[in-house]
T-cell receptor
Framework: GQNIDQPTEMTATEGAIVQINCTYQTSGFNGLFWYQQHAGEAPTFLSY??LDGLEEKGRFSSFLSRSKGYSYLLLKELQMKDSASYLC??????????WGAGTKLIIKP | NAGVTQTPKFRVLKTGQSMTLLCAQD?????MYWYRQDPGMGLRLIHY???????AKGEVPDGYNVSRLKKQNFLLGLESAAPSQTSVYFC????????????????FGEGSRLTVL
């Protein structure tokens, strides 16, 4: 079956670095997406990895290891506005996104 | 550009009533989706469409119907609402690559919060 596993909740301090891990099992694989969702709002696209390695985009980076079925999202220089849920979503062989339940990130001053 | 627009934003229904959620996108996207999001769970795909006049079932299609008569619109219908359909519903759309595949970068509407009593 298809399965996504990511921590339910994480807490970090403003200005620090946090890494959100995601492991997945899908029927086929066509890349992995990370989305950000603030409370009460819609998800918005953050990053996409299709090949192994690190993709950097400003304060956010995303890593993928296809052989391990593993990805992480790295957030640097945390700001209060980064408090949100982060959704890991691999794309299966039918080009459909399979969504994890998300990791709620709480930033403390 | 308005992006993806959902109406209504909020609705309260009684068990057995019917209603339609409307999704409109102005980005000329081929793919459109209806998801529901419940606390502690990931987004679950209800139905989707890969183009005008086509629809397909997702993970949780029972109790819902959809139509895509125009490329820009995707309607989600509840024929006889049940309390289990209390949820936040999101519509999304995405590009189709030149090779025909879904790009996977979804653009979401603001969500429609439905309560069934």
């Amino acid at each position: 079956g298809q399965n996504i596993d990511q921590p339910t909740e994480m807490t970090a301090t403003e200005g620090a670095i946090v890494q959100i891990n995601c492991t997945y099992q899908t029927s086929g694989f066509n890349g992995l997406f990370w989305y950000q969702q603030h409370a009460g709002e819609a998800p918005t696209f953050l990053s996409y990895n299709v090949l192994d390695g690190l993709e950097e985009k400003g304060r956010f980076s995303s890593f993928l290891s296809r052989s391990k079925g593993y990805s992480y999202l790295l957030l640097k220089e945390l700001q209060m506005k980064d408090s949100a849920s982060y959704l890991c979503a691999p794309m299966d062989s039918n080009y459909q996104l399979i969504w994890g339940a998300g990791t709620k990130l709480i930033i403390k001053p | 550009n308005a992006g993806v627009t959902q109406t209504p934003k909020f609705r309260v229904l009684k068990t057995g009533q019917s209603m339609t959620l409307l999704c409109a996108q102005d980005m000329n996207h081929e793919y459109m989706y209806w998801y529901r999001q419940d606390p502690g769970m990931g987004l679950r795909l209800i139905h989707y469409s890969v183009g005008e006049g086509t629809t397909a079932k997702g993970e949780v299609p029972d109790g819902y119907n959809v139509s895509r008569l125009k490329k820009q619109n995707f309607l989600l219908g509840l024929e006889s609402a049940a309390p289990s359909q209390t949820s936040v519903y999101f519509c999304a759309s995405s590009y189709k690559e030149s090779g025909g595949a879904n790009t996977g970068e979804l653009f979401f509407g603001e969500g429609s919060r439905l309560t069934v009593l």
